[in-house]
T-cell receptor, first 113, second 110 residues
Framework: DTEVTQTPKHLVMGMTNKKSLKCEQH?????MYWYKQKAKKPPELMFV???????INESVPSRFSPECPNSSLLNLHLHALQPEDSALYLC????????????FGSGTRLTVV | TQLLEQSPQFLSIQEGENLTVYCNSS?????LQWYRQEPGEGPVLLVT?????EVKKLKRLTFQFGDARKDSSLHITAAQPGDTGLYLC??????????FGPGTRLSVLP
């Protein structure tokens, strides 16, 4: 298995909703990442987990809450989002942080209404 | 200030033409990656280069890492419509995570 699987593929949520994005990999990678990508922009790093521990939080607002239940799973919990949070949310993994290549999932297209 | 610059930002060419896109920085990188991203999908890793002066070939794609490990180029020979996409370079300074450049958006017209 050489994939990173993200669900759901599309999500529309209201500003008062609570939702979660899920990411799964079975490559034995010990680093997992959340990126946010706005239209026509490169991915921006949000969070890094290394060996299931949060190692980097790039000053992300608290309405985004990451969770790493085990070495294969990464969640992003969403609460009270704003319309400007609408974007493609990408999960990636690598053997370790600073490893030689990231494997990205296909992303979740999030729309906040 | 962007750590990585990419040029050109946009490129539209006819099928069969050759092209080169560039990735430049004032920083020295321990490694550099190139990705291609299609609309609605995540980036797909094309290559990782780690040694100054390194050249890697992937079918019609040739990647070069500068001698000083501050820049890289991607050359595509005989471009095809399937090469259309956003080409992203990403560099890592030793011990830190990768940072993405702004990308080159390539359109190959049949």
């Amino acid at each position: 298995d050489t994939e990173v699987t993200q669900t759901p593929k599309h999500l529309v949520m209201g500003m008062t909703n609570k939702k979660s994005l899920k990411c799964e990999q079975h490559m034995g990678h010990r680093a997992m990442y959340w990126y946010k990508q706005k239209a026509k922009k490169p991915p921006e790093l949000m969070f890094v987990y290394s060996y299931e521990k949060l190692s980097i939080n790039e000053s992300v607002p608290s309405r985004f809450s990451p969770e790493c239940p085990n070495s294969s799973l990464l969640n992003l919990h969403l609460h009270a989002l704003q319309p400007e949070d609408s974007a493609l949310y990408l999960c990636a993994s690598s053997t370790t942080t600073g490893g030689y290549g990231y494997t990205f999932g296909s992303g979740t297209r999030l729309t906040v209404v | 200030t962007q750590l990585l610059e990419q040029s050109p930002q946009f490129l539209s060419i006819q099928e069969g033409e050759n092209l080169t896109v560039y990735c430049n920085s004032s920083s020295v990188f321990s490694s550099l990656q190139w990705y291609r991203q299609e609309p609605g999908e995540g980036p797909v890793l094309l290559v990782t280069v780690v040694t100054g002066g390194e050249v890697k070939k992937l079918k019609r794609l040739t990647f070069q890492f500068g001698d000083a490990r501050k820049d890289s180029s991607l050359h595509i020979t005989a471009a095809q419509p399937g090469d259309t996409g956003l080409y992203l370079c990403a560099g890592a300074i030793y011990g830190q995570n990768f940072v993405f450049g702004p990308g080159t958006r390539l359109s190959v017209l049949p």
